[in-house]
């Protein structure tokens, strides 16, 4: 019997009438653009057997609302979730070590995230202009901290960062206007 193991690159990109996506347990890999621009799609089940996504697998699925990353992902790619405005949760896990350039970028209405002990880089862009964004607490491990990786989270208030950053590339919090303490 055949197992499906992976979706290619670009599979179902532009399907714009796709809604929701149920993964077979056998899926490990989904591959860069598989899903970018779904604009439709509301609901993303991933298996517990997913080790990796490609970069921009869910560009531009601006309905999108939750993402719940299995534990044996270890790194969010470049653009994975660039542009879901509508994403309003989302749970890393346990085990994360990287969290790609423009990751999260453009999250419009992202409230919180917890970032996992075991991150130790955010990328350039990260979570760039996640507007609802109001609390960061970056673990103790992390070492690097990309260019503007907090950049226009206009309604975060508080940012922790702890002891363990020694490169802060720049402009990571510019026009976090409602940044109130550090």
């Known amino acids: 019997e055949a197992k499906i193991i992976a979706v290619a690159n670009g599979m179902f990109s532009g399907c714009t009438e796709l809604r929701n996506i ?3 347990d056998s899926v490990t890999q989904i591959g860069a653009s598989a899903f970018s621009g779904c604009s439709k799609l509301t609901e993303i089940e991933l298996p517990e057997s997913l080790t990796s996504i490609g970069s921009n697998a869910f560009e531009n699925c601006i309905a999108l609302t939750t993402i719940e990353m299995p534990e ?57 202009n996640c507007e609802k964004l109001t609390y960061v607490n970056i673990p103790d491990g992390v070492t690097t901290l990309g260019f ?35």
């Open 72 to 128: 044996k992902v270890k790194s969010i790619p470049s653009y994975a979730f660039n542009k879901c405005y509508a994403l309003k949760r989302v749970v890393l896990p346990d085990g994360l070590y990287s969290i790609g350039q423009d990751a999260f970028n453009y999250c419009r209405v992202l409230e919180d995230i917890s970032i996992p002990d075991t991150v130790r880089t955010i990328a350039d862009y990260a979570f760039g």
């Open 22 to 24: 149920v993964f077979p």
């Open 148 to 182: 503007s990786c907090f950049e226009r989270c206009k309604s975060l208030k508080t940012v922790v960062i702890p002891n363990t950053v020694t490169k802060l590339k720049g402009d990571n919090f510019r026009n976090c206007s409602g940044l109130e303490e550090i």
